[in-house]
């Protein structure tokens, strides 16, 4: 049975840091692409971050250069570090492994709240 269990989740002030995990288990980890999104109610996934197999990352616009994924093979887990928080940053942030459109998983989410 595939699980993706997400962690790290919380409040935190604008321009507090935060980390997430991401936990997978009941895949070959090291095959799968991982992501990290996030959605609003009634609006549309956004993607944060993606790192490769290989280890090459691509980042949403609007987190470049404040947040870094990141993944460790061993520990089958994958890390979103959130830093110089912003309240639009608030939200749901799901993981996602992805081979194939077959095999393709998300974890059931993790809320992230930014505010004074």
């Known amino acids: 049975q595939v699980q993706l269990v997400e962690s790290g989740g919380g409040f935190v002030q604008p321009g507090g840091s935060l980390t997430l995990s991401c936990a997978a288990s009941?895949?070959?980890?090291?095959?799968?692409?991982m992501g990290w999104y996030r959605q609003t109610p009634g609006k549309q996934r956004e993607l944060v971050a993606t790192?490769?197999?290989?280890?090459?990352?691509n980042y949403g616009d609007s987190v470049k250069g404040r947040f870094t994924i990141s993944r460790n093979n061993a520990k089958t887990t994958v890390y979103l570090q959130m830093n110089s928080q912003r309240p639009e940053d608030t939200d749901v942030y799901y993981c996602?492994?992805?081979?194939?459109?077959?095999?393709?998983?998300w974890g059931q989410g993790t809320q992230v709240t930014v505010s004074s």
């Open positions: 790192i490769t197999t290989g280890g090459n990352t």
């Open positions: 996602r492994a992805s081979y194939t459109s077959e095999y393709d998983y």
């Open positions: 009941g895949i070959r980890f090291s095959i799968y692409h």
